[in-house]
């Protein structure tokens, strides 16, 4: 995605703006931080709740299963909010080296990351949750069916959006 030339008043054919690439990456940056917010909350409470659980009564009394399915769920809080922590840390290390562009491509990279982490770690939530609840098999085809949701809502729609996007631009 580069603008037609390096000219600060020239217009961007990805964007519809007269903007240069740093004045570009600035902007996509401060979008980024936005969506990084509402993502991070989530998973800092969500990750919360997760560290508590271990320190329940009825912690003690969970199957093999439901520990393993526990402990992989830790695991994967974990890593989503590295992931989703991460782009703050990746700035805050390359920031005054002229280097934003390459941090918004690289933010932007571990935050999808960041959001397929999050999609594992809501549907092993789930499970753990639900197969407690319930102590069936209804917990897997209940997760099943949200994670085929969030995919949809996470990935599915926006790139039908972009498909749709690029018809109208072909015409």
Not at 49 to 70: G, H, K, M, N
Not at 138 to 153: E, I, K, P, Q, S
């Amino acid at each position: 995605m580069t603008s037609t030339s390096h000219d600060p008043g020239s217009r961007d054919r990805d964007t519809g703006r007269d903007e240069t690439p740093e004045e570009r990456a600035d902007r996509r940056w401060g979008e980024l931080l936005q969506e990084l917010r509402v993502a991070q909350t989530g998973v800092q409470i969500l990750f919360g709740f997760l560290l508590a659980v271990v320190f329940q009564p009825r912690f003690a009394e969970l199957s093999d299963t439901d520990r393993a399915i526990y402990v992989v769920t830790v695991m994967l809080g974990s890593a989503t909010a590295a992931a989703l922590i991460g782009p703050v840390s990746y700035h805050r290390l390359v920031t005054g080296r002229r280097l934003k562009p390459q941090t918004v491509t690289w933010a932007s990279r571990l935050t999808v990351l960041g959001l397929v982490l999050l999609l594992c770690t809501m549907c092993s939530t789930l499970l753990l949750i639900l197969r407690v609840a319930v102590h069936n098999s209804l917990a897997l085809w209940l997760v099943v069916g949200m994670a085929l949701w969030f995919l949809a809502c996470w990935f599915v729609f926006p790139a039908l959006a972009l498909a749709r996007s690029s018809r109208e631009a072909e015409k």
